[in-house]
């Protein structure tokens, strides 16, 4: 059996598939669990019938056929329920011919049937149901079809759903309340099934001047690669508007009008909408997210592109072009709202994006969902983002909800959980160039500002680049075999160096060297896990004067010639890539994580190299204040609010970079007051405190004694904090600030 024959009478709106789906929409929550079941068996059932009387058909064409197929019926049934002998087909497709169909695909058929008549679902469970089949696969099992979960489709083609309350709120901003005059134009520039449209649609319904399906239909538009998912989203939308068209009007001019303005193609590389494209009044949707790792392809074919010789950046989401493309058509005076990642301005390749939002636009409202729960099923941190094409400059409405744990987000979002909202200035929203959704603290952070910053106390430098320290997939990748992945270059284990059988004054030139497990908040490993080859201009000027370590560094030359220093004639092959200062390494210290959830740090008096992932700060010789008080109030609770307003955020945790630690406020100590004496030796003993707790926690005790050191750990944290807001003279009002900024409920003693 053929399958085209019948396959090419089906209505034009399912039958092309999209040749590219790597930038489909991501689509609602899956509703009425108990009809997706019964899609799903009467899928498979169709597909076994199809594929056991033509075992020579591949079994991905049975896949797809079926499913639009099932999809097909699903449609009909909406039909079948709806008034009026007038919906005899427009939209509807003819029955592929019963003569070419498995036997069992009529009792198929009724099942679907039967699914729908005792679910009486909602028009937008055709999205739901393409969605959820499009997120599975068939496969062959032991005498029988089976359907498993594809989470490698789901990541590869975004099939995520937006839930219903999502768009709601967005389009509830964004659409004007109640406007005489024209019905705004609408566009979702990557619509998939429609989710945002329909939401725009069923606001329009309810505009006092009531509107009528054409009007409303025209002023819908939607763009998306998959055509199967621009065919559901028709197909949803003509369902929803039917009811509103006048009664003598003919139901295949709205399909019409739909078809027209819904369409398969890409927003970001041409004009979707034939004869170019007028400003839109609204621009929605839930962009894909797709970063260059893995996406590189697509991204390259967009940077080509006009829109990406304009706003082309390093490692850019792809949904950085959404954005840029929506103001771009969104008309003066009009609103965008997207709901996107939570923490993209921490992004590499944000910068540009922060720019124009800073500079060209007026952002009205952040929804910041954070933890909560948006998309059933998968964790990420997201925010609703409301800009209007207006002058910058205006106040920006912040949303926080008030909850310490993961929850769901739908209550927040329709109001039923508290939800803590502030206003923030134009300056205070881009403070440092940045994204800053803390609450306002002009008053505390100036008075921060006054004192001192770390860098005027000493020197901060960033830890040691080995480049490389081990032998990497990328390495191995381009020299196939020869040698071991994880293997030490520069950086070995212990037994990796017993096995070189060097001798005392070869050893002489290898360093305990810390990794990042070795270290932590208050936290430094007794027994680094790696041994360095300190190899430099000052420590082994010439390769003969150590023949074992030269063999070992023999068999990584290629590596070792590649590098730029060395390449440029500024380093031997054999010397490290940027070994800093070698005082750095052996004088008291503060190491620091630049990569944490928050502040990191932990002294160090005696000798002790890191990696080039942290910093490191050496006080000056005439400070007075040990290196556990600094320790204390670089790790508080106090400083974590201020790091949050000046570091970059990358996911849940923060990016504090040399530059920021070197700006960080430090209360200096006035030793001739007996009040601010003791307050600085308490902290020092509290932070010594610390460090003995974090040293009996990697002792990997019993879990029970595990709670204890946690518990006390989180005692003598919270002295401190006490203790540093007294130091730096705190109203009550601002320590409720800092504690609810910082999440006081969370156990935060220790990353």
């Not at 399958?3 to 590219?20: G, K, R, S, T």
Request: proline letters at 8%; charged letters at 25%; a positive charge.
């Amino acid at each position: 059996m053929n399958f085209e024959p019948w396959l090419l009478n089906l209505e034009p709106w399912i039958l092309n598939l999209a040749p590219n789906r790597a930038l489909k929409q991501k689509h609602g929550a899956l509703s009425h669990a108990t009809l997706l079941p019964q899609i799903e068996s009467a899928w498979r059932e169709l597909a076994g019938g199809l594929l056991l009387e033509n075992p020579e058909l591949p079994l991905h064409e049975v896949e797809q056929a079926s499913r639009r197929l099932i999809e097909q019926w699903a449609f009909e049934m909406y039909l079948q329920q709806a008034e009026g002998p007038r919906l005899t087909a427009p939209g509807a497709a003819a029955d592929p011919p019963q003569a070419n169909l498995t036997a069992s695909a009529a009792g198929v058929r009724a099942l679907v049937e039967q699914a729908f008549r005792r679910g009486n679902p909602p028009v937008d469970m055709l999205e739901a149901v393409h969605q959820h089949l499009l997120s599975r696969r068939l496969r062959r099992g032991r005498g029988r079809l089976a359907i498993e979960p594809s989470q490698r489709r789901r990541r590869a083609e975004g099939i995520y759903y937006t839930p219903g309350y999502v768009a709601a709120y967005l389009a509830g901003r964004c659409l004007p309340r109640g406007a005489e005059g024209p019905l705004p134009r609408v566009l979702d520039p990557a619509c998939g099934c429609g989710r945002f449209l329909l939401s725009a649609a069923q606001r329009l319904l309810r505009q006092p001047q009531a509107p009528s399906a054409l009007e409303i239909a025209g002023a819908l538009h939607g763009s998306d690669l998959d055509a199967e998912a621009v065919a559901v989203a028709r197909r949803i939308l003509w369902l929803t508007l039917l009811p509103r068209l006048p009664a003598k009007s003919d139901p295949r001019q709205l399909a019409e009008v739909l078809k027209k303005n819904i369409l398969s193609g890409n927003t970001l590389t041409g004009e979707v909408w034939p004869g170019g494209t007028r400003p839109f009044d609204v621009v929605l949707g839930n962009p894909p997210y797709r970063r260059e790792l893995g996406a590189k392809p697509l991204l390259d074919a967009i940077a080509d592109s006009d829109l990406g010789r304009r706003h082309r950046a390093p490692r850019m989401d792809l949904w950085y072009y959404f954005l840029h493309r929506g103001l771009e058509l969104l008309a003066p005076g009009g609103r965008l709202g997207f709901i996107v990642g939570a923490y993209w301005s921490a992004g590499t390749g944000a910068d540009r994006l922060i720019a124009v939002l800073r500079e060209t636009v007026h952002v009205e409202e952040i929804f910041q969902l954070d933890r909560l729960q948006v998309f059933p099923g998968i964790s990420g941190r997201h925010m609703m983002l409301i800009v209007s094409k207006t002058p910058p400059g205006g106040p920006t409405t912040i949303r926080l909800p008030v909850s310490g744990t993961a929850a769901d987000a739908r209550p927040f979002v329709e109001g039923r959980a508290p939800v803590h909202t502030f206003q923030k200035t134009h300056g205070q929203l881009f403070r440092n160039r940045l994204l800053d959704l803390e609450p306002p603290a002009d008053r505390l952070l100036d008075r921060l500002a006054r004192h001192p910053a770390l860098a005027e106390l000493g020197d901060i430098r960033q830890g040691i680049a080995e480049n490389p320290a081990s032998v990497t997939r990328a390495a191995d990748r381009k020299h196939p075999g020869r040698w071991r992945v994880g293997e030490g270059v520069f950086a070995l284990a212990p037994e990796e160096l017993a096995r070189l059988d060097l001798s005392a004054a070869e050893a002489g030139l290898v360093r305990p060297y810390h990794d990042l497990c070795d270290l932590g908040r208050y936290d430094r490993a007794a027994r680094p896990s790696l041994r360095l080859i300190y190899s430099t201009c000052d420590t082994w000027p010439r390769l003969a004067d150590c023949p074992v370590l030269a063999r070992h560094l023999e068999r990584f030359r290629p590596l070792l010639e590649a590098r730029r220093e060395t390449r440029l004639g500024i380093r031997p092959w054999w010397q490290l890539h940027w070994p800093r200062q070698a005082r750095l390494w052996e004088s008291p210290k503060l190491i620091a994580l630049q990569m944490s959830r928050r502040p990191a740090l932990v002294p160090a008096s005696e000798p002790a190299y890191v990696t080039f992932s942290v910093n490191v700060f050496v006080p000056r010789g005439d400070v007075a204040e040990p290196l556990n008080y600094f320790a204390a109030i670089l790790n508080s609770r106090l400083l974590w609010k201020w790091f949050r307003h000046h570091a970059k955020r990358r996911g849940a945790g923060l990016e504090i970079n040399g530059h920021v630690l070197a700006r960080a406020p430090i209360r200096r100590i006035d030793f001739g007051s007996p009040q601010q004496a003791a307050a600085c030796d308490s902290l020092s003993a509290l932070a010594d405190r610390m460090l003995a707790l974090a040293r009996l926690a990697r002792e990997r005790p019993d879990s029970a004694a595990l709670r204890a050191i946690r518990a006390e750990q989180a005692a003598a944290d919270a002295e401190i904090d006490q203790l540093v807001y007294g130091l730096y003279g705190l109203a009550p009002d601002e320590i409720a600030m800092v504690e609810q900024s910082c999440g006081c409920s969370e156990n935060s003693a220790v990353d």
